[in-house]
């Protein structure tokens, strides 16, 4: 029995009448007859009562009818589905970011706009240590990255920038760099323990500007374990000036740093050569997008 068969019976049981029955499925009646009685054979029941004038259901045709066309029904639902999952239209995608990607709202914005045009897509967002996030995308555990550049990156993934920010300094809102009114320059800064987020490129920059030697530095993860550490006067740090805009911290305070602006940028990072339709279909939209540029907030 296949489905030839089922869609054989159904159409005469709608019609009652063998040859126009055959009519609409584009058969000889003779041929029809022949896969109506194999049916009949391999259920070992008569499905209906034929007579020159008429044709009817018996008790199991009528029960027959039923289960066939819920058979049908299942059928049609997982080649529907098969396809939309072809296309993209079902599936999963596993993405991981770093905080910053939250607090620019990147990440907010770029999830949103996919789960409006893919609804049926599973999208399971959860943060990362950053440094971790490249070796989990060539493993196949994350499918798209939101990383704050520089990263190293394989030669089987590529990025694309999404947004453009600038580092600022952080410092407890006791320091004496912390009431002044203009940018702080890196040779300031010379004596003060660094907390380092993962990004360390501003951090280095700064010691490279004012050719400091820190005194101590920390390293406690992500950005909010950074600016605890400096709420609780531990030092001070080199982190996204979005952040001066978004997270409002007791004892924390944003501060311009002087010289030319040291560029932050965070990027979605994929695989170069992806299999899966729905998230090709999210690196489609990612790189379709335009960087965002952050505008940095007045800070004191």
């Known amino acids: 029995m296949d489905l030839r068969h089922l869609r054989y019976f159904l159409t005469v049981a709608d019609e009652l009448h063998f040859a126009r029955a055959a009519e609409l499925l584009g058969i000889a009646p003779p041929t029809l007859s022949v896969q109506i009685q194999q049916l009949e054979r391999q259920l070992q029941c008569q499905l209906f009562v034929r007579s020159k004038r008429s044709v009817a259901l018996t008790s199991a045709g009528q029960d027959f009818v039923i289960q066939a066309r819920a058979a049908l029904a299942r059928f049609d639902q997982a080649i529907d589905a098969g396809r939309r999952a072809g296309r993209g239209e079902l599936g999963r995608v ?44 060539e493993e196949g555990k994350l499918d798209i990255a939101f990383v704050r550049l520089p990263v190293p990156l394989g030669q ?86 979005v952040l001066a805009s978004v997270v409002n911290l007791p004892n924390v305070s944003y501060r311009t740093l002087a010289g030319a602006p040291i560029v932050s940028e965070v990027a979605a990072v994929y695989r170069r050569f992806e299999r899966a339709p729905a998230v090709r279909n999210m690196i489609a939209a990612l790189r379709a997008s335009k960087p965002v540029q952050v505008h940095a907030a007045t800070m004191a």
């Open 94 to 137: 596993e993405v991981g970011y770093v905080g910053s990607a939250v607090f620019g709202g990147i990440l907010q914005q770029q999830l949103s706009a996919f789960r409006q045009r893919w609804p049926q897509v599973l999208v399971h967002a959860c943060e990362w240590p950053m440094l971790q996030m490249g070796a989990a995308l």
């Open 156 to 241: 089987t993934l590529q990025s694309h920038v999404l947004l453009r920010d600038r580092f600022c300094l952080a410092l407890p809102s006791d320091h004496p760099l912390a009431a002044g009114g203009g940018a702080i320059r890196s040779r300031a800064l010379a004596g003060d323990a660094f907390i380092l987020p993962e990004q360390e490129l501003g951090s280095r920059e700064v010691w490279r500007r004012g050719g400091l030697v820190p005194r101590s530095v920390s390293r406690p993860g992500g950005l909010l374990a950074v600016l605890a550490e400096v709420a609780v006067g531990a030092g001070v740090a080199v982190v996204p000036g």
